[in-house]
């Protein structure tokens, strides 16, 4: 008489688990490369928000009728030491004319490194321009270094 672990082990080959090529093996393997792909890229993804810096002014600005106007600016930031006030309506940035929030944002975005933007706005029926030097926030110094290994992966150098 067979005992309960030869029967079950029996019942898994006849089922197709153990076998090679099986549709389940197939689906399974699958699956652990999908996942080793998708944690790999999720790993790459946040090491590279740790160790890039992006430039930041302070400055929330809004799409209106009127044209982009400065939502919010944080006291103490770059974009308030400028001279920008919440309620700023933007006419140009660096002497190009800029009507909508996106343009203000991909400025920011596109500032050299020690770069100054050159900010004029309307307050009041009166213009203002506002030098704003930009400050880079985020990253480390690049060095982070992970190492992700899977059980049974081979490793190609």
Known sequence: MDDGATSVADRRSRLGFLKPGSPLRLRRTIAL???VLLLAWGVHSFTSRLTRL???I???WIDTPRGAVADWVVPREPGWRGGLRPGDRLLE???RPARMAIEAERAVDDVERDGTLSFRVDRNGETVDCP???LWVGGGDGSMT???TVPGAVRVS
């Open 33 to 35: 490369a999908v996942t």
């Open 54 to 56: 992006e430039p930041e």
């Open 58 to 60: 302070g400055v929330e």
């Open 93 to 95: 940035i660096d002497d």
């Open 132 to 134: 704003v030097r930009p």
């Open 146 to 148: 992970v190492v992700v």
